[in-house]
C-alpha cells in the first residue's frame, strides 16, 4: 500500500483547516452536500471562534499522476500557542509536513516554531504559500522568507489558494512525491503510537493510533506498555472523515483503536500499543503537556460544586492538559484549582464548563506556578497565593522564563524592545529574516507574558508581530505576596504572587477597583493591600448614610414592600467577606484583565 | 378635638391606630406635571373635575356600609384646584355614608398658588380643618428645579391665611436634596418653614422614581441627588426642628403634640381605610384593592355603574407580620416586636443591623434608631423566612 503521513501546520490563521477541505474535497473524501468551510473544526467553540483547538487525522485516498492510489493520512493541527503541544503530538505521527504560509502575512512567529518542531522530528517539509488570491498577497515575498527560514530554493514552494482550490493539485502531487513512504515493517511485532484520543459516550476512549511496525487486527488483545494495561480491540477503523471500521491497520497507517475502556486516564496518550505476551522496545512517547497557568474555579451557588465536579472529569475525558485539584477559598468555598496551557485554553475550558454544564462560575486572579526553596531545603511548587509560606520559611523563590520569538517589522523595533523592558524581558538574540522583518528572541518571566502581553504587543505594532514562546528555566526572583484585605480580612482570591516591583501597580489597581465594585455597607470598609503585614494601597468604602424611601406613597404599601423586594432580590448574589457584603460581579470584575496600562 | 392626642410619637398612638378607619379620596388635577412626580395625576384636565367628583361620589356610594371615620385624607394631586363645594360634598357624602368619629380629622392637600381666604373659608365651612402644603422649597431656584410656580412669599401668605381662617392643623410639605441645592440654602428653608409655626412638617428626600421625567433628564446626564447630602439635609433640618419643639415621629415627618397626622397612623399601624379615586389603593380585611389609574377608564367605568377597582392584594399571615414591620418600623415608636420581630432579632442579619446601631429594642419595642437606613431593615424583614427564627 502507498502511504503518506503528514500534518499541516502553520502560524494561527494562515488556512491550515481551509487547505484541509481543500484535500477532503479534491480526494472525495467528503461530498458536496456535506462539505462546509473548515469541515473538521467540529466543536460548537472551533467554529464560533474559527480557530482550531484539537487536531484532527484524517484518510484521504488520492490517484497520483503516475495512476497509482495513494493513502494520505491527514492531520490538521491548531495554530495558537496555547495548543502547540497538539502540533508536536500529530508530527510524530508523520513523516511529512505541510508548512503553510499566508501570503499576506509571510513567515510569523509560529511558522518558525512549528517549522523547528518539524525539522527536530526530522520531517519532510512541503513548504506552502496560501492565500495567493487576496489583493494584498505577495507570494514572491512569502516564498523568499519561507525559502530563507527552511535554507531550501524558492521554487521549491508550492503556491495554492485554499479559497479558490487553485494549485491544489499541484500540492497533492508534491505530497505523492516529497513525502517518505513509512517504514513498513509488517513482520516485526506490532508497535503502535496513541498520539491521541477522545472519549466518546457509548464508545467509550477512542486512541488515535499510528501503527509503526507490525499490524493491528480487530480483536487482538493489546498491551499498553506504560500502564501494562491489557485490553481486547474491539474495533479498529480509520477516519474518512466518517469513522469507518477496517479489520487490520497495516504497518505506516493511521486510524483509531477503541477497547471499550471508559476511564481516560487508563490511557496515556504517547504510550506504545503491542501485543500482549510480546516484548517490545517503546517508541518515544510524549511529555505531558505543562499547564502554564492556573486559576481558581469556583461555583457561584456552592451547591454547584458536585456538579462543577463531574463537569471537569468529563471535560477532562477529551483534554488531558487540563488538570485540577480541589482548593478551598475563605471567600469563595469549595472549588478547584485548574491549570491551563495558557489564557485561550482557559477561556475555552471556562466557555465549555458555562455552557455545556449549565455552571454559573467565579475564577480567581490566573497566576503561574512559582517555585520556593524552603530555609529547610525543600522545593515547593507555588500553584495558588495560598501556597506561599511564611516570609521566614522561605529562602529564595524562582519564577519560570520563556523563550519568546517576536517577528515584526522593522519600524517597529523600538516599542517592542520598550514594551520587553517593562516586562523584565532579557533580549538574546535578533536578526533580519529580511530587510524588512525582525526576529527578536527574548528571555521573559513566564508571568509577565502570558496575561496581556500580546494585546498589548498588538496595539503597539498595530496587529503587525507575532509571537511564539516555549518554557525555558526557572530563575530567581524577588517575588512577593500581595494580599487585599475588606475591612482588616485577606480575601484569599484576591491575593497574588507577583514580583516586588510590580506589586505596588496590581495593589493599587485591585483596591481602587474594589471601591467602585463595593457598594456601600453600615460601616465604613477600609480595602487595603498589603504585602505581609506592610500596607502598600488603601481606600475606603465609605458607610451608607441615606438608605431609606421618603414616602410611603399615600396608602399604597405594597408598592414599598415590592422595591425593597427587588432590591433584596438584587442582594441574594452578595458573597459575605466577614462583615462586608461583596457582590459576585466584583469577584469577576475586579480579577478581569485590563487593556488600559 | 382632635383623636390624636397626645405626642405625636407616643407608643400608645401608634399602636391604638391599628384599630382605626380612615377614608383616601384622590384629586389627580394638576396645573401642570413636576418632573419629579410620579402619582397618578393629569395635567390640562380641569374641565373633568366636575365629572370626576360625581364618579368619586357614586364610588362612595356603591361602597359597602363601613364603621365611623377617624381621618378623612383628600390627596392628590392638587385637591386645591377644587372648588369648596365640590370638596365639601365628598366630605359629605362620606360621612353620611360611614359616618365620622369624634374629632375625626378632616384633611386635605393644596398648593399655595390656588390658596385664598375665599377658598380657605370655604373648605372651613366644608368640615376641612386640617390642610397640608406642598411648598417643597423657600429657594427660588430650588422651586424652579423641581417645575413649581408659586413664590416662596405665596407660601408664607397661605400659611398664614389657613391660620387666620380657623384651620386647626397646618403642615408644610418640603423636600430635600434637590441637585443644586445647598445645605445653606436648605437650612434657610427649614428655617423660614419653622417660623411660620407650622403644627407639622414632612421633609421629603428628593426621590427619582422611574419613568419620570427626572429620571430620564438623569439617565441623559443631569446631575443625580446625592444620598450623602441628603444625608446631611436631613440631620441638618433634624437639629432644626428639635430646637424649634417639633417632635420627630416618622421617617419624614415631626409634628407638635397633639398634632400627628391620624391618616398617616393609621397606615403606618397597617390599619384600615376606604379608598376612591383613580390610583387609590384601600386596605380592608387583609385585602388591599387598587383603583383604576387612567382618568378615562375610571369616569367610563364609574359612570357605568361599575367598580373602579383594577386588582387587589391579598397577603398571607405572614405577609402580613412582614408588612407590619416594614409600615410599623417607620415610626419612631417603632413596633411591638411579635413573630416577625423576634424572627428579625434573632436573625444574622438582625443581629448585625443591632451591631450597626441601626436597629435597638426599648421598653418592649423594636425601633429604627437610624431612621435614615431604615431599608436596610425593611431588607433584613423581607428576607426572613416564615419559619425563621
Ligand atoms: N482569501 C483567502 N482566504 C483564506 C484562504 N485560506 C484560508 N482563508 C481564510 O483564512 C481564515 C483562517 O482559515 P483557517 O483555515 O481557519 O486557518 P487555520 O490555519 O486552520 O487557523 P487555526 O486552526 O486557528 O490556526 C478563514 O477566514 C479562511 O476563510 C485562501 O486561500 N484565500
Ligand atoms: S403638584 Fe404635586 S401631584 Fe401635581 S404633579 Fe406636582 S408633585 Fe405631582
Ligand atoms: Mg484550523
Not at chain 1, 421 to 437: D, I, K, N
Not at chain 2, 217 to 222: K, R
Not at chain 2, 240 to 267: F, K, M, Q
Not at chain 2, 332 to 359: D, F, H, M, Q, Y
Request: charge should be negative; include cysteine.
Amino acid at each position: 500500500m502507498n502511504i503518506r503521513n503528514f500534518s499541516i501546520i502553520a502560524h494561527i490563521d494562515h488556512g491550515k483547516s481551509t487547505l484541509a477541505d481543500r484535500l477532503l474535497e479534491r480526494t472525495g473524501a467528503i461530498s458536496a452536500r456535506e462539505m462546509r468551510e473548515q469541515v473538521l473544526d467540529t466543536m460548537d467553540l472551533e467554529r464560533e471562534r474559527g480557530i482550531t483547538i484539537k487536531a484532527q487525522a484524517v484518510r484521504l485516498v488520492c490517484r497520483a499522476a503516475d495512476g497509482q492510489d495513494y493513502v494520505l493520512n491527514l492531520i490538521d493541527t491548531p495554530g495558537h500557542v496555547d495548543f502547540s503541544y497538539e502540533v508536536s503530538r500529530s508530527l510524530a505521527a508523520c513523516e511529512g509536513a505541510v508548512l503553510v504560509v499566508d501570503a499576506a502575512q509571510g513567515v510569523q512567529a509560529q511558522t518558525l516554531a512549528n517549522a523547528f518542531l518539524a525539522i527536530e522530528a526530522g520531517l519532510e517539509i512541503i513548504p506552502v504559500v496560501n492565500k495567493i488570491d487576496l489583493p494584498a498577497a505577495e507570494p514572491e515575498r512569502a516564498a523568499a522568507e519561507l525559502a530563507s527560514v527552511l535554507g531550501i530554493d524558492p521554487a521549491e514552494v508550492v503556491f495554492v489558494s485554499a479559497k479558490t482550490g487553485g494549485g491544489i493539485d499541484e500540492l497533492l502531487e508534491r505530497i505523492v512525491r516529497d513525502v517518505p513512504t513509512p517504514l513498513q515493517r509488517p513482520d516485526q511485532p506490532l508497535r503502535a503510537l496513541v498520539f491521541d484520543s477522545y472519549y466518546d459516550a457509548y464508545r467509550g476512549v477512542v486512541c488515535y493510533v499510528r501503527v509503526v511496525d507490525g499490524s493491528l487486527n480487530d480483536g487482538d488483545t493489546v498491551l499498553f506498555t506504560a500502564t501494562s494495561e491489557k485490553h481486547q480491540a474491539t474495533e479498529v477503523g480509520v477516519l474518512t472523515p466518517r469513522a469507518v471500521r477496517v479489520p487490520s491497520l497495516g504497518a505506516g497507517e493511521v486510524g483509531y483503536l477503541i477497547t471499550g475502556v471508559k476511564e481516560i486516564d487508563r490511557i496515556r496518550v504517547g504510550d506504545t500499543v503491542s501485543h500482549a505476551g510480546r516484548t517490545v522496545e517503546p517508541l518515544p512517547g510524549y511529555q505531558d503537556p505543562k499547564p502554564m497557568v492556573y486559576s481558581g474555579l469556583f461555583p457561584a451557588d456552592g451547591e454547584d460544586f458536585e456538579r462543577l465536579r463531574e463537569a471537569l472529569e468529563k471535560l477532562r475525558l477529551n483534554d488531558s492538559a487540563l488538570v485540577y485539584e480541589p482548593e478551598t477559598s475563605r471567600a469563595l468555598g469549595f472549588g478547584f484549582r485548574c491549570g491551563f496551557l495558557g489564557l485561550l485554553h482557559m477561556e475555552i475550558i471556562r466557555e465549555r464548563l458555562e455552557r455545556e454544564y449549565d455552571l454559573d462560575l467565579v475564577a480567581t486572579a490566573p497566576s503561574v506556578a512559582y517555585r520556593a526553596t524552603l530555609t529547610n531545603g525543600f522545593v515547593q511548587e507555588i500553584r495558588s497565593p495560598q501556597d506561599l509560606p511564611g516570609a521566614d520559611q522561605i529562602d529564595h523563590m524562582e519564577e519560570p522564563f520563556l523563550k519568546a520569538m517576536i517577528i515584526a517589522p522593522s519600524e517597529y523595533v523600538g516599542t517592542i524592545i520598550e514594551l520587553v523592558q517593562t516586562r523584565r524581558g532579557v533580549m538574546e538574540h535578533m536578526q533580519y529574516l529580511s530587510p524588512e522583518r525582525v526576529e527578536l528572541i527574548y528571555h521573559l518571566p513566564l508571568a509577565e507574558v502570558v496575561f496581556d502581553f500580546f494585546d498589548n504587543l498588538k496595539s503597539r505594532t498595530r496587529g503587525y508581530a507575532s509571537l511564539d514562546y516555549e518554557p525555558l528555566d526557572y530563575r530567581v526572583s524577588d517575588l512577593v505576596r500581595v494580599d487585599i484585605l475588606l475591612n482588616s480580612q485577606a480575601v484569599d482570591a484576591f491575593s497574588t504572587v507577583i514580583h516586588r516591583d510590580k506589586a505596588y501597580q496590581y495593589g493599587k489597581r485591585m483596591v481602587e477597583r474594589l471601591r467602585k465594585l463595593i457598594p456601600r455597607q453600615l460601616f465604613d470598609v477600609p480595602i487595603q493591600a498589603a504585602i505581609g503585614s506592610r500596607v502598600i494601597s488603601r481606600e475606603t468604602v465609605k458607610a451608607t448614610r441615606k438608605d431609606v424611601i421618603a414616602k410611603c406613597y399615600g396608602g399604597d404599601v405594597s408598592r414599598k414592600r415590592k422595591l425593597l423586594e427587588r432590591q433584596k432580590e438584587g442582594k441574594k448574589r452578595m458573597k459575605m467577606v466577614g462583615q462586608v457584603e461583596v457582590p459576585q460581579e466584583a469577584f469577576i470584575l475586579a480579577l478581569q484583565a485590563d487593556g488600559d496600562e | 378635638m382632635t383623636v390624636a392626642i397626645g405626642p405625636p410619637d407616643s407608643a400608645d398612638l401608634a399602636d391604638a391606630a391599628a384599630d382605626w378607619a380612615a377614608a383616601y379620596v384622590h384629586i389627580p388635577f394638576c396645573a401642570r406635571l413636576c418632573p419629579y412626580c410620579d402619582f397618578a395625576v393629569v395635567a390640562g384636565r380641569d374641565e373633568a373635575t366636575h365629572r370626576y367628583v360625581s364618579a368619586l361620589r357614586k364610588e362612595i356610594a356603591m361602597e359597602p356600609e363601613w364603621r365611623p371615620l377617624r381621618a378623612v385624607y383628600v390627596g392628590g394631586g392638587t385637591p386645591s384646584r377644587l372648588v369648596p363645594e365640590q370638596l365639601g360634598s365628598v366630605v359629605g357624602d362620606l360621612e353620611s355614608r360611614f359616618g365620622l368619629a369624634d374629632g375625626a380629622e378632616v384633611s386635605l392637600e393644596a398648593n399655595p398658588e390656588d390658596w385664598n381666604f375665599a377658598l380657605a373659608d370655604g373648605l372651613r365651612q366644608a368640615g376641612y380643618e386640617r390642610v397640608s402644603f406642598g411648598v417643597q422649597s423657600f429657594d427660588p431656584a430650588v422651586l424652579k428645579s423641581l417645575g413649581r410656580v408659586h413664590t416662596p412669599d405665596q407660601a408664607a401668605t397661605a400659611v398664614s391665611v389657613a391660620r387666620q381662617t380657623g384651620f386647626r392643623s397646618i403642615n408644610i410639605d418640603l423636600i430635600f436634596g434637590t441637585p443644586g441645592e445647598t445645605n445653606v440654602s436648605w437650612r434657610d428653608t427649614v428655617d423660614r418653614a419653622l417660623a411660620l409655626e407650622p403644627d407639622h412638617l414632612s421633609l421629603y428626600a428628593l426621590t427619582v422614581e422611574r419613568g419620570t421625567a427626572l429620571s430620564r433628564a438623569i439617565s441623559a446626564g443631569a446631575p443625580a441627588p446625592d444620598p450623602d447630602a441628603q444625608a446631611d439635609a436631613y440631620e441638618t433640618a433634624e437639629a432644626l426642628c428639635r430646637t424649634a419643639g417639633l417632635v420627630h415621629y416618622e421617617v419624614s415627618n415631626w409634628a407638635r403634640p397633639d398634632h400627628g397626622c391620624v391618616y398617616n397612623l393609621i397606615t403606618w399601624a397597617q390599619g384600615e381605610y376606604v379608598a376612591f379615586g383613580i390610583g387609590a389603593h384601600g386596605h380592608r380585611q387583609g385585602i388591599r384593592p387598587r383603583n383604576l389609574r387612567r382618568l378615562d377608564a375610571y369616569l367610563d367605568r364609574v359612570e357605568g355603574g361599575l367598580s373602579a377597582e383594577q386588582g387587589a392584594e391579598t397577603l398571607d399571615p405572614w405577609g402580613r407580620e412582614v408588612e407590619r414591620l416594614l409600615l410599623g418600623l417607620r415610626r419612631i415608636a417603632g413596633v411591638v416586636p411579635g413573630r416577625g420581630g423576634e424572627a428579625l432579632l434573632a436573625s444574622l442579619r438582625g443581629e448585625r443591623l443591632r451591631e450597626a446601631g441601626v436597629l435597638g429594642l426599648a421598653a418592649g419595642r423594636m425601633v429604627v434608631l437610624r431612621p435614615l437606613l431604615g431599608d436596610e431593615v425593611g431588607r433584613a424583614v423581607l428576607a426572613l423566612q416564615p419559619g425563621e427564627r
